[in-house]
């Protein structure tokens, strides 16, 4: 036999395993039964004509296509303006992880180390106090320096004792809307205790010091482009403005709407403040089912994607956070003293919820935004998954309600690779 044949059928051999090997690959991509579509999508109608809330999104994925993207309701009522696959929603706190996969990109890159102390970027941090005492008949209160310095591992876990004012009365009658994070003191001294908080505000501000770049100028480069996240930003660009979603609160006398302003452009901040649609944010939950990575583009090594998404609070738990403001949120999350957290994200703990309820794995990862934005991603079922309202209070129980049956959904009718 000839070299060249020899050569020849070696190839094609080759051809034939890799074409075997995608194959297997695609053929091990869950998917979701078309009766689960259906199912899925008369839920979300059903939810609205019941009036739980007036508007929803759900997109689900695996780690390279789109499972389900639905749309129900009006994304202004007032106007009769219907909802859109395309709408464009604030995700507030869903902001989180993606300025924490901003520091773990520093982090390989040197930049930034988890056990730094904050002050080694911003020294105006050693001025933190942790409050011992409060007056409540004048609003004064006691405080002492912390027994340890605030690091970036307490930022990341929301373990360095600084809390929001919506979930701590004392702190609620001290926050004039002016104090920085300084300002306000800790609930606790650093790494005691899981309280959530503006931890990943002051990461932004770490970003900004160590790369000589605007929070949302890095974001935008570094992440949001490169998965093609266009619709995804802190300010609504005028042509867009129509496809924004308006927010509801829930008060006793049911819910009211606020129209949205003229201009739509949020505070720039690693905490909170991004618009982004369903298949936007599919794309950024895609990079943590592919071991961080986004077809050829790579943000994080496979170790950085794991240390990110494993527990990183040790004996801690993830505590339930009490509410000063019921209007604006109700005690949250789930699994309060069962769960854990990683960098940026709430880890589903054992027993999982799927073991009573056919929900989400052990090992989930997922965390929400204020007005009712809710992610999660589950590398054991290979699948991710977002249901989007814009109503107030946080957790609300209508719209948990609406989260927990499509999350019960996508799970019956879930068919895993085989």
Known sequence: MSTLKTISIALSAAAAVCAL???TRAAALPSIAAAGRVAITSFMRKAIDDKLVPAAAVIVVNRE????????????VANGKELTPDAIFRIASMTKPVTSLA????????KIGFDDPVTKYLPDYER???MTSFNDADRTFQSRPPVRPITIRHLLTHTSGMAYSFTDARLAKLDDGKKTEIDLPLLHDP?????????????????????????????????????????????????KHDRVVTVHVRTPDGLTERSNPAVLQATV??????????????????VFLNGGRAGAT????????????????GQLHVVQQPSANALFAKPFPFNGGKDTFGFGFQIEGAPPRNVETGLRSEGSLSWGGIDNTHFWVDPTAGVAAAVLMQVLPYYDDSAIEVLRGVEGLVYRYLRTGS
């Open 21 to 23: 090997h995608a194959a």
């Open 191 to 239: 790494g005691e205790r899981f309280t959530y908080g503006p931890n990943t505000a002051v990461l932004g501000y770490v970003i900004e010091k160590v790369t000589g770049q605007k929070l949302d100028a890095f974001l935008k480069a570094r992440i949001l482009d490169p998965l093609g996240m266009h619709d995804t930003s802190f300010v609504v660009p005028p042509e």
């Open 269 to 286: 901040r690693g905490d909170g403040g991004l618009f982004s649609t369903a298949a936007d944010y599919a794309r950024f939950m895609q």
């Open 103 to 110: 520091v773990m990109m520093l982090n390989e890159e040197g």
């Open 128 to 130: 933190v106090r942790v």
């Open 65 to 76: 296509q789109q499972l389900f993207l639905g749309a129900a309701g009006k994304r202004d």
């Open 298 to 313: 790579r943000f994080v090594s496979e170790a950085s994607l794991r240390t990110m998404t494993s527990n990183q609070i």
